[in-house]
């Protein structure tokens, strides 16, 4: 922790940040420093910069006081990463709300990183396109966080990840060095793809300052499917037939019995067994398009042996897809002390883990609440059984579990513990899981970004 | 070049592996861009163990090295600039795995683009960047410059396809990155590595993802009386949210030639005709193919035919992937670019490549994918002619300027290599140059993988790079 953690930032610092940022974009109070906790460190002030320029100036200036620095917008994703070592300054990218340049016509984008989703989704929705970025706390997330934690959407079975859509960025590294790679045309392969590396990387690497995206048109029909089977074998088995056909969804999410609930808690709640597991799906298209998916996939689920399937009203899909969408949001707000892994796993492996963490669970005396994406990711939340207080001991055994059934050869998973109780975090031995075997490269890049170690310093994999 | 550094080669890999005789060397002094290096030996291993014994005998010696796959590249990134060895990964060429499953393959560097999507075509499947030398292209190659194609409009460049390499780092250790799996916690390498032209390691095999073919797939010729109507339609098309899977552009000086090469039926009195593929879902091709028709006929096209069966299809396809052979039948050299520029920024670009012709009285043909805004202009030349050498340089060099003016990028898909690399300024600050050459230096600290390629010497300021001849004249920049 830093010398000058708990508030004790000395005086001349924060003159030194006023005179950067201004001194109303400067904060101490017990309440603003509050609210940029990270596992539950605070940090000295919360700096908030007018842009590009203010970043790099607040950053050289760390670098020199030996700060460190963690930067956040919208804030609904500081609990994610390993608890820094250190934690001066709150980088607060608020200012920067922009949307620096869209082009519809050319379906290119470029942003600030503290342009909330929801607010950016609305521009594009008046010219019938979007960004395939359905991520959880959409009412306040913003472009920066989401990046820089590679925030998971449903969309991605369609449209890839962000470094599937991201076209080039601008960022400012650890030096206080304004840099850029990339650029805002869909087709570019001039220069090293730094931008890449700053998907995901939690602040670790530079503060992003602009972001380019190619943005998608809007298809004219839309229709979300419910299959429900009694088995993580059926509705995989399911999903698998889907990945073998000519049919395309957007969506294809595969809950189980717990998750279930929590999806269909309101409105079509009635209509899904509460046992099953339903694969929800969204097909979308020329309207001939989408009529033909909901016949192929009545089929397809027939012949996997589902219960049902059903179409979801107009009403009722949006409401479905948002849960989808807020799937750790609403575990967290049901279970605060729940665990929540993201964990990358074939398509194929994916039956067995989800009955591997069930099984493992269950002997932990734990629930277990899973949602898989099916083309390669799986979310998977331990909680207290109802009315059982779980001890952190007991959730600590249960996450080391899961890490382990993940790291078995035959799985092959890549899990990481998105969310969890600050105390779990280093019982567990961390949230990164077993370190990759090219940690020593990640290290390289930290270094060339950041050789100073002030951005987020040990938040990342192997205490990067 | 030290005669005990090819004693020591020839022990490790055998005498069959190992060439050094001047005769031999010659054949990999050149890609298929117009740029010249000698190296001093070739070698072909046949394991990444043997890659790492190569990379690490270099290093003892203190030699420069580069890996290479087919050649086939378009801006100099498989050439021995600085002398040295050359790393052919041609025996490297084995399909490891396919996982239908997963929709994946592992294969060898040295697998041939094409082979690949042959040996997965009975399962319905298909490796999807499609560059026009898939025929003889390696995947190594595709992933060191990350190669796009026609296709990869609707269906990514290939680091949108890459999930898992493994890679020989400059220093002889042998990494693996990524897997098979779409999501690794973690910094994303294989973003880093992907189209990194081979200077930050070598790559001894890689994860890729496998596509699914479509359904349905209809090809349109729509042919024009005016460049401007043909550009006018690739504009309205990306305005009307419709996605082909490719749409390519051939102005009609090249459609001449092509056609005298290839007979596939293209009319050589028109200004230019665009190739538009829509795939997917019957009821959705039939739906896109009806409204690209409708706005082909609306910016006046003068004919818009659908291929009547695969042969056809095949047939245009053939003339388009061609083209730059066809030009190359009628002039003793062409000179290609690879420059980007927004979509909406087309029709003004293609003017402005017309007054550059006339203004340098350049034959300049027009070959593109017209859909993601890469441009392919070839510039005709004689390199015996000097004075007409030194006046491509500078058109060259004025298209590229015009690329990066309109908010575009120097190459979209041949890569930097050693022939733009001293433009690269022209799109990035100094500060950006530093940190780039920095992450190259984290990996590749004594600069001896592949080097004078991507980054600026600093030794010819904002000039296109041709080296046939001796340098041009005047200096554009």
């Not at chain 1, 698998?240 to 309101?266: K, M």
Request: proline residues 6%.
């Amino acid at each position: 922790m830093s010398q000058f953690a708990h508030n004790s930032l000395v005086q001349n610092s924060i003159i030194r940040l006023e005179e950067i940022v201004g001194a109303a974009h400067v904060h101490t109070s017990a309440e603003d420093l509050a609210s940029r906790q990270a596992d539950g460190i605070l940090p000295s002030a919360v700096v908030q910069p007018a842009g590009a320029v203010e970043i790099a100036e607040v950053l050289r200036f760390a670098a020199a006081e030996k700060l460190s620095v963690i930067p956040s917008g919208g804030g609904t994703k500081l609990g994610i990463g390993s608890p820094p070592s250190r934690y001066d300054l709150a980088l607060d990218v608020s200012r920067l709300n922009h949307v620096l340049a869209y082009d519809p016509q050319d379906l290119t984008l470029g942003v600030e990183p503290g342009v909330r989703i929801e607010d950016l989704l609305r521009v594009l929705t008046e010219k019938k396109q979007f960004l395939p970025l359905a991520v959880p706390f959409a009412d306040r997330a913003t472009i920066g966080g989401i990046v820089a934690t590679n925030s998971s959407s449903p969309l991605r079975h369609a449209y890839g990840g962000v470094r599937d859509f991201c076209l080039g960025m601008e960022f400012v590294t650890g030096e206080g060095i304004q840099a850029k790679s990339g650029g805002r045309v869909v087709k570019n392969v001039t220069g090293y793809d730094l931008h890449k590396l700053l998907i995901g990387s939690l602040g670790t690497l530079g503060i992003i300052t602009r972001v380019n995206f190619r943005t998608f048109p809007v298809l004219p029909a839309q229709g979300a499917f419910v299959a429900t089977f009694s088995s993580a074998e059926g509705a995989f088995g399911f999903c698998a037939a889907i990945a073998h056909s000519v049919i395309a969804p957007q969506i294809v999410e595969v809950a189980d019995p717990g998750a279930a609930r929590l999806l269909f808690s309101a409105g079509a709640a009635a209509r899904i067994e509460p046992r099953t597991w339903p694969v929800i799906i969204s097909a979308a298209g020329q309207p001939a398009v989408v009529d033909r998916s909901a016949r192929e996939l009545g089929y397809m689920a027939g012949a996997s042996e589902a219960e049902e399937f059903i179409q979801l009203g107009e009403a009722e899909a949006p409401a479905v897809l948002t849960r989808i969408r807020e799937f750790p949001r609403l575990i967290l707000e049901a279970a605060p002390s729940a665990a929540i892994f993201r964990i990358g796993v074939l398509p194929t492996a994916m039956a067995g883990l989800m009955r591997e963490l069930h099984s493992l669970t269950h002997k932990c005396n734990m629930d277990l609440l899973a949602m898989a994406r099916a083309s390669g990711i799986l979310y998977a939340a331990i909680l207290p059984k109802e009315g059982d207080p779980m001890t952190a001991a007991s959730l600590t055994g249960a996450v080391k579990q899961v890490f382990d059934a993940c790291n078995n050869p035959e799985i092959g998973a890549s899990a990481m513990l998105e969310w969890c109780p600050p105390e779990i975090k280093s019982a567990a031995g961390g949230v990164w899981g077993a370190p990759r075997k090219d940690f020593g490269l990640m290290q390289r890049v930290k270094k060339s970004f950041d050789p100073n170690g002030v951005l987020s310093p040990g938040r990342f994999a192997g205490g990067i | 070049m030290n005669p005990q550094l090819i004693r020591d080669l020839v022990t490790l890999l055998g005498s069959n592996a190992v060439l050094h005789q001047p005769e031999d060397l010659m054949l990999y002094e050149y890609d298929g861009s117009v740029e010249l290096g000698s190296p001093k030996c070739i070698v072909f291993p046949n394991s990444a163990r043997e890659v790492s014994e190569i990379v690490r005998l270099a290093n003892r010696y203190e030699v420069p090295l580069l890996g290479r796959g087919a050649g086939t590249g378009l801006s100099g990134g498989a050439i021995a600039r600085d002398g040295g060895l050359i790393v052919v990964f041609s025996r490297m060429n084995r399909i490891l795995e396919i996982d239908e499953a997963n929709l994946r393959a592992v294969v060898q560097p040295g697998v041939v683009n094409l082979d690949l999507s042959r040996a997965v075509e009975h399962l319905g499947l298909y490796f999807a960047p499609d560059p026009s030398s898939q025929k003889s292209c390696t995947i190594g190659g595709n992933v060191s410059e990350n190669s796009g194609g026609p296709h990869t409009l609707a269906n990514g460049v290939t680091t949108n396809h890459v999930t898992g390499i493994e890679v020989v780092l400059p220093d002889g250790e042998i990494v693996r990155v990524g897997g098979k799996n779409i999501e690794t916690s973690g910094y994303d390498l294989n973003g880093l590595f992907v189209g990194s032209e081979g200077t930050l390691a070598l790559v001894t095999e890689i994860t890729v993802r496998l596509t699914r073919k479509a359904e349905a797939v209809k090809t349109l010729l729509a042919v024009y009386e005016t460049i401007d109507d043909a550009t006018g339609s690739v504009f309205d098309i990306t305005v009307r949210a419709i996605t082909p899977a490719a749409c390519e552009m051939l102005d009609g000086f090249t459609l001449c030639a092509v056609e005298d090469y290839v007979h596939a039926g293209f009319p050589k009195d028109c200004a230019a005709v665009l190739l538009i593929e829509v795939e997917g879902l019957t009821e959705a091709v039939e739906a896109q193919a009806t409204e690209i028709m409708d706005v082909c006929r609306k910016n006046h096209a003068r004919e818009v035919r659908v291929a009547r069966d695969d042969r056809e299809r095949a047939l245009l396809w053939k003339g388009r992937k061609e083209a730059f052979g066809a030009l190359g039948r009628i002039s003793p050299m062409y000179y290609v670019q690879d420059g980007v520029i927004p979509r909406t920024r087309l029709p003004e670009t293609l003017r402005r490549i017309a007054e550059i012709s006339r203004k340098y009285d350049l034959q300049i043909g027009n070959i593109f994918h017209a859909g993601d805004g890469n441009l392919h202009p070839l510039i005709l030349f004689d390199e015996r002619n000097r004075e007409q050498f030194a006046r491509v340089v500078a058109a060259g060099t004025e298209i590229m300027e015009h690329c990066v003016a309109v908010g575009g990028a120097l190459t979209g898909e041949h890569g930097i290599g050693m022939e733009k690399n001293e433009l690269m300024s022209l799109i990035f600050s100094p500060d950006d140059l530093a940190l780039m050459s920095r992450v190259r230096a984290a990996f590749n600290p004594a600069g001896r993988l592949n080097p004078g390629k991507v980054l600026p010497l600093g030794k010819a300021c904002g000039e296109i790079r041709i080296p046939h001849l001796p340098a041009p004249a005047t200096t554009t920049a």
